[in-house]
């Protein structure tokens, strides 16, 4: 599916969504939840496809609509209150610019390994219960961000291809790049819609702070070490920084 066709699908959708989306932010009632569950439906839509209980059309189609909804949910529950409305209209833009371009690339890149037999349906040789969602393969070494600090992006791709992860080259590890479309980014959506409340309080000044453990990368420490700057001049958590969807960081405003 091209860009335009798709996002002419979508907006031709987007009341149907957003409608999904709410009772979704109702039935989890907090990003944590919401990213656990989605999390799970990232296996089961791949196990669904792979076991031959969808058709290929049909996979993509749930892709694309369970990513953008879980994305809207997210805002809803960073918004709570505060006219989810009008700021669902409002995130709906970001949410499609920022999710259906990768998401797309990813589908096809996805469909050149079925239709080449990396990835066969039927084939159930590796069991989901095996993988770690958002680890690694059995045996793979868990890098460290911190060593990889030095490493461009080109080389974290061999990397994970020498350590078979994050490739989407078997089942469950589909699964786990499925997962960072339909659940890590609601972190960073929940984010979103907490930003734009704070704008309509308006807020002066936020500030990014890190979660200091191992896993947070040098500019997530970066943007934590400028402290408190104007409302609006720093990136939200997952933007600007090498931790992507995974970032932990969270924002604070006065
Ligand atoms: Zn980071
Ligand atoms: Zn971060």
């Keep these: 599916m091209d860009l335009l066709s798709a996002i002419g699908m979508v907006t031709k959708r987007r009341s149907d969504f957003f409608s999904q989306a709410k009772t979704l932010a109702s039935k989890s009632k907090d990003q944590p939840t919401l990213e656990e569950r989605m999390k799970g439906e990232a296996i089961a839509l791949v196990k669904g496809y792979r076991d ?7 996979y993509e189609r749930t892709l694309i609509d369970k990513t953008l909804v879980s994305a809207l949910a997210a805002v809803i ?14 995130s709906w833009p970001v949410i499609v610019g920022d999710m259906l371009p990768p998401l797309l690339t990813f589908l096809a890149e996805t469909k050149t ?14 069991d989901f219960a095996d993988y770690d969602l958002l680890g690694a393969v059995p045996g793979a070494v868990d ?4 060593e990889l600090e ?10 994970e291809a020498d350590q078979q992860r994050a490739q989407g080259k078997t089942w469950p590890s589909l699964a786990e790049r499925v997962s ?20 309509d309080q308006g ?19 970066q943007y934590d070490s400028m402290g408190w700057q104007p409302f609006g001049e720093l990136p939200m958590p997952g933007k600007g920084c090498r931790c992507y969807d ?3 960081c969270f924002i604070e405003y006065r």
């Design 52 to 58: 031959k209980l969808m058709k290929w059309e049909e």
């Design 150 to 159: 030095n490493i461009n992006p080109k080389q974290i791709g061999e990397l």
């Design 77 to 90: 529950l960073g918004v709570g209150t505060d006219k989810p409305e009008q700021k669902l209209e409002k």
């Design 180 to 199: 960072r479309y339909l659940a890590t980014p609601t972190f960073s959506f929940f984010n979103l819609g907490q930003y734009m409340v704070s704008q």
């Design 246 to 248: 995974r970032c932990r």
């Design 113 to 126: 390994y079925i239709d080449s037999g990396v990835l066969r349906p039927g084939d159930q040789t590796l």
């Design 143 to 146: 890098i460290g961000i911190d």
């Design 203 to 221: 807020f002066k000044e936020m500030r990014r702070v890190a979660k200091r453990d191992k896993k947070c990368c040098i500019d997530c420490k």
